[in-house]
């Protein structure tokens, strides 16, 4: 079982990106999916959860407005789609699933993660 984040790269502040994560999971749509992120030299903090069914979704203050979480239960993938990004959007961001059918906000509702795809924001 695993995860695989993609779509990361350099951006100018201002810019667009999606961020994909697949999970080869067969029951992936009984879990709740997260994004979670690590920015130069802090801790890993959360970004975005999305609940089993894709309906009930929930953001870290910072991102409201400008990050979109979705996934696609039929391809297995969630999705980040980061608008108006900022420098202060720069990190490592990383998928992972939870244990829960609800969304978490913490990470140790999670017990599978990704690797992390970098994201980098220029000023």
């Known amino acids: 079982v695993q995860l695989q984040a993609f779509g990361g790269g350099l951006v100018q502040a201002g810019d667009s990106l999606r961020l994909s994560c697949a999970y080869s999971?067969?029951?992936?749509?009984?879990?709740?999916m997260g994004w979670f992120r690590r920015a130069p030299g802090q801790g890993r903090e959360f970004v975005a959860t999305?609940?089993?069914?894709?309906?009930?979704?929930y953001y870290e203050d910072s991102v409201k407005g400008r990050f979109t979480i979705s996934r696609d239960n039929a391809k297995n993938t969630i999705y980040l789609q980061m608008n108006s990004l900022k420098p202060e959007d720069t990190a490592v961001y990383y998928c992972a699933a939870s244990f829960l059918r609800s969304g978490a906000a913490t990470e140790s509702s999670y017990n599978r993660w990704g690797q992390g795809t970098e994201v980098t924001v220029s000023s």
């Open positions: 999305i609940n089993d069914a894709g309906t009930r979704t």
């Open positions: 999971l067969r029951t992936f749509n009984d879990y709740a």
